[in-house]
């Protein structure tokens, strides 16, 4: 199996830079791909390949990865980014996929 | 681009259930197709991938053996059969597109349907 290692909760206030980690063996390996929940909705791709953002995704949204440690940068974040967010990735042998546990955001 | 997902419901332990994907809007058959679920008031859970043109499949621990993916690109859907379902499969079901075109081993999800919810329950 593999795993990958979110923080549950990171509470940042408006206008600060939020940051949310994404831990796991196979990061330097295979590349990290971001979701943002809000509540009641389908997820929606944020983030994908470390650090390349979809069109229709803000700015302030950015991805990075450095050795086994993803992060996920909301930079000056807004009420409205309030949400959960969940990492996505491979293991190394490109078999098994798994999300992180995911990671609430609360901006306030 | 759109995926609607349909055959959800209530289901006894021990039963099966089949959940179809329809999908319209982009080239079916270049994508894969994943299946995630997601427990009531929990994180996703990634279950399943089928490539582009349905060669080859890949599962999470907790599903093989009892789930099958399935595509018909003539169809344009997807299905998941969901055998000898347990409790633990209460879930919202969803599936989800592929980025990117004829891939063989899918990992990069880009859009996702909303949905269909499935309860395991005596």
């Known amino acids: 199996s593999y795993e990958l290692t979110q923080p549950p909760s990171v509470s940042v206030s408006p206008g600060e830079t939020a940051r949310i980690t994404c831990s796991g063996d196979a990061v330097p390996k295979k590349v990290v791909h971001w979701f943002q929940q809000r509540s009641g909705q389908a997820p929606v791709a944020i983030i994908y390949?470390?650090?390349k953002r979809p069109s229709g995704i803000p700015e302030r949204f950015s991805g990075s990865a450095s050795g086994t440690v993803a992060t996920l940068t909301i930079a000056g974040a807004q009420v409205e980014d309030e949400a959960d967010y969940f990492c996505?990735?491979?293991?190394?042998?490109?078999?098994?996929?798994?999300f992180g546990g995911g990671t609430k955001l609360t901006v306030l | 681009v759109r995926l609607v997902e349909s055959g959800g419901g209530l289901v006894h332990p021990g039963k099966s259930l089949r959940l179809s994907c329809a999908a319209s809007g982009f080239t079916f058959d270049s994508y894969g197709i994943h299946w995630v679920r997601q427990a009531p008031g929990k994180g996703l859970e990634w279950l399943s991938v089928i490539s582009y043109d349905g060669s080859t499949t890949f599962y999470a621990d907790s599903v093989q053996g009892r789930f099958t993916i399935s595509k018909d690109n003539s169809k344009k859907t997807s299905d998941l059969q969901m055998n000898s379902l347990r409790p633990e499969d209460t879930a919202l079901y969803f599936c989800?597109?592929?980025?990117?075109?004829?891939?063989?081993?899918?990992?990069?999800?880009?859009?996702w349907g909303q949905g269909t919810l499935v309860t395991v329950s005596s």
């Open positions: 390949d470390d650090s």
């Open positions: 989800a597109k592929d980025r990117e075109e004829w891939m063989a081993r899918p990992d990069n999800i880009d859009v």
């Open positions: 996505f990735s491979s293991d190394t042998s490109g078999n098994l996929r798994v």
